[in-house]
């Protein structure tokens, strides 16, 4: 793709929030985007969900908001096939001027993490499954997605319907071809549960790559469907009476002859694997922040109602927090069940592999695997609302030892100055604020 050819582009960082933020450049900037030519406030990284500075923040008046560079990140330009208009997307990451990371930028966070992996020789690989709902927002209040081939709401669940995907042939067909377009690796597509609801499977691949990729398609998802005459949400919970969002992450590690250190030739799975679930038990309560970062995130956080909250794991057992999954053991992974589709992609595998990786330095061990429904058994669990899940966060050192004191920082003060203006909103309102920012 050949930017200078193109009239304007875009590049955009990814901020705490998971939300694009960046500019619209000529297409002459292409050549000087390595040097640093666009440079943004380092605190555009750490606004609130409804694009405001952070109250005190220090990125702002006590450094004289003071801007950094914004350099591509390897990913690659990519079409953004919703736009009538031809303008390619850079991706970038945001530096200082002396060329340091800035550690406020959450896809540093990921790739120090997955340096930890490196150094033993190793290679995370890493696939996401998607939720996502298809609504009408152009009323007072959320409702359920008109059936393009009937015109009227769709009024019930169509799980593993076929019929209920040939209504929606046009926009699913369309967002295959984004998605080629694009480069991620789309792969089955599902009916799910809810009204208007679908999950989309991205194949395995590098963890970076994965993570790059899912920040794509979220805003391919809604960018397509807003072009098809509907609104698509990535809400933990969109109506209260229905099926939530989740994104379960599937990852295994690969050594440098790239045999799959949880593989031990049987189902049980290596010493590694059961390190690595360990790590993600132990840190699981204080990454429920990560996992659930929105007022919203909690409602879909119920027992019994398909999104684990229980901290444990099985095999098997789609009740558990963590599932290994069965199958050749040669491609044994650990399934991480617990996040909404509201989630920041590289927080959430940062503080997943992060926990992994801090388990099999440690040589943790975890406790045996539940049997059985998880939610009938005395469990420990994840914190319990929003304001204990900034407070865990926050203090808890096995999270220091996987995100950088800045971004620790910010994001609490973040969540913290949300919660306080989330609460002046009623909670029947709250989709006004997250439906196409999350």
């Known amino acids: 793709m050949e930017l200078a050819e193109y009239q304007t582009i875009r590049v955009a960082a990814c901020d705490l929030n998971g939300q694009m933020r960046g500019k619209r450049v000529p297409g002459g900037y292409a050549r000087k985007l390595d040097d640093g030519a666009v440079r943004m406030p380092l605190s555009a990284l750490n606004l609130d969900i409804f694009g405001a500075d952070i109250d005190d923040s220090p990125l702002v008046f006590e450094t004289g908001d003071a801007d950094g560079m914004l350099r591509p990140t390897g990913r690659g330009p990519v079409p953004l096939p919703w736009l009538d208009t031809p303008q390619p997307l850079v991706p970038m990451s945001m530096y200082h001027d002396d060329g340091r990371p800035f550690d406020g930028d959450p896809r540093h966070a990921l790739v120090t993490v997955l340096d930890r992996y490196a150094q033993r020789g190793w290679t995370v690989m890493a696939a996401t499954e998607l939720e996502f709902t298809l609504v009408d927002d152009s009323g007072k209040s959320l409702r359920p997605v008109r059936n393009p081939q009937t015109g009227r709401r769709t009024g019930a669940p169509g799980i593993l319907s076929l019929t209920h995907m040939d209504a929606f042939d046009a926009f699913l067909s369309a967002l295959y071809d984004g998605c080629a377009a694009m480069g991620i690796p789309a792969q089955t597509t599902t009916s799910e549960s809810g009204l208007g609801q679908f999950e989309v499977t991205l194949n395995h691949q590098d963890a970076l790559r994965a993570a790059d990729d899912t920040w794509l398609f979220k805003a391919l998802i809604r960018g397509l469907a807003r072009r098809h005459g509907m609104a698509a949400t990535f809400m933990a919970k969109p109506f209260d009476d229905d099926a939530g969002n989740g994104m379960h992450m599937h990852f295994s590690v690969l050594d440098g002859a790239g045999k799959n250190v949880f593989d031990n030739g049987g189902p049980e ?41 229980s901290v444990c794991w099985a095999y098997e057992n789609r009740t558990a927090a963590l599932r290994i999954p069965g ?12 996040a909404g589709g509201d989630i920041n992609p590289y927080l959430m595998f940062s503080a997943v592999l992060g926990a992994a990786i801090t388990g099999i330095d440690d040589g943790l061990t975890p406790p045996a695997p539940i049997k059985g429904n998880a939610y009938d058994q005395d469990l420990p669990q994840l914190a319990p609302d929003w304001e204990t899940a900034i407070d865990l966060f926050e203090a808890d050192p096995f999270i220091a030892r996987a995100f950088p004191k800045g971004l620790i920082r910010n994001l609490c003060m973040t969540k913290r100055q949300e919660v306080r203006l989330m609460a002046d909103i009623p909670e029947s309102q709250h989709w006004k604020t997250y439906l196409g920012t999350v």
Do not use: K
Not at 273 to 297: D, E, K, R, W, Y
Not at 327 to 338: L, Y
């Open 269 to 309: 799975g290596s010493a590694t694997l059961l390190s690595a679930v360990a790590g993600c038990l132990q840190a699981m309560p204080a990454s429920t922040l990560i996992f659930a970062p929105h007022a919203n995130s909690y409602t879909r956080l119920v027992p019994g109602a398909h999104a684990p909250t």
């Open 327 to 338: 199958g050749a053991p040669a491609a044994r992974r650990i399934e991480h069940r617990v």
